[in-house]
């Protein structure tokens, strides 16, 4: 057993980019009370990743809707540049990617100083390794499951071994440090990802794209993380 299986529950993340934006604040409160632990909000430049989504109006928007954490992935060119600006709007957690930022520990401590939840993003290619510097300085790592920039992408499984290596460094150098994993989660993937050490799940289309609807969709998520649990503590 480890820290990770001691824990209650694994939380849930919905990331919105999957929501139907013209019902927006009607979803969001949906998933708040299907149980989710925070809101999930994809940024995009067209620049970083080949996409564009939204911005701070959007997050003054949410901010109105539900009393959860709104936790602001920025897969921007100069993340310093919009923090204020989302911070204003009322964010309560960023999380920054370590590709492309000359000036990371800087961005890190900018957020902090904000008085913000901090998560560092490591895309597919990236190694667990690049983390040892910063990890003493994160509130969570968010290991990239797809590539950035789209949703309805498919979980690549290689990743698995990089997320019980991530696990193994939080355990070592930062033990309240969580894990979170962001693409292609769904079911079966979410209790692949917590037996790997995964703590906090993004979801985007296995939650808002759900035919049966965003409860029934959260409930089976929670199932599969909870079997994952069960399996662990043996
Ligand atoms: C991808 C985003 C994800 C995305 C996940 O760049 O960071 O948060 O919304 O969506 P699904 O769950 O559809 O893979
Ligand atoms: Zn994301």
């Not at 604040?25 to 940024?43: K, S, T």
Request: charged share 20%; proline share 4%.
């Amino acid at each position: 057993m480890n820290e990770q299986a001691d824990k209650c529950a694994v939380k849930l993340a919905p990331s919105i980019l999957a929501a139907d934006f013209a019902r927006l604040g009607e979803m969001v409160i949906q998933a708040e009370r299907a149980g989710a632990n925070r809101i999930h909000v994809d940024v995009m430049d067209g620049h970083f990743v080949p996409n564009i989504s939204l911005g701070a109006p959007i997050v003054k928007s949410l901010r109105q809707v539900t009393r959860l954490p709104l936790e602001i992935h920025l897969m921007i060119c100069d993340p310093d540049f919009f923090l204020d600006e989302f911070v204003e709007a009322g964010s309560d957690s960023f999380i920054v990617h370590w590709e492309g930022n000359n000036n990371l520990h800087r961005t890190i401590q900018r957020v902090k100083n904000l008085g913000k939840g901090i998560g560092l993003a490591i895309n597919p290619a990236t190694p667990a390794s690049v983390l040892e510097e910063v990890l003493r300085e994160l509130d969570f790592v968010l290991v990239m499951t797809v590539n950035p920039g789209f949703g309805h992408q498919h979980f690549i499984h290689s990743m698995l071994p990089k997320i019980q290596r991530v696990r193994q460094m939080i355990r070592q150098i930062r033990p309240n440090c969580e894990l979170e994993l962001d693409g292609g989660i769904d079911a079966a993937t979410a209790q692949l990802g917590v037996a790997a050490g995964a703590d906090v799940l993004v979801a985007g289309t296995s939650i808002f794209c759900d035919q049966d609807g965003v409860d029934i969709a959260m409930a089976r998520l929670r199932t599969a993380t909870e079997d994952a649990l069960k399996l662990e503590k043996g």
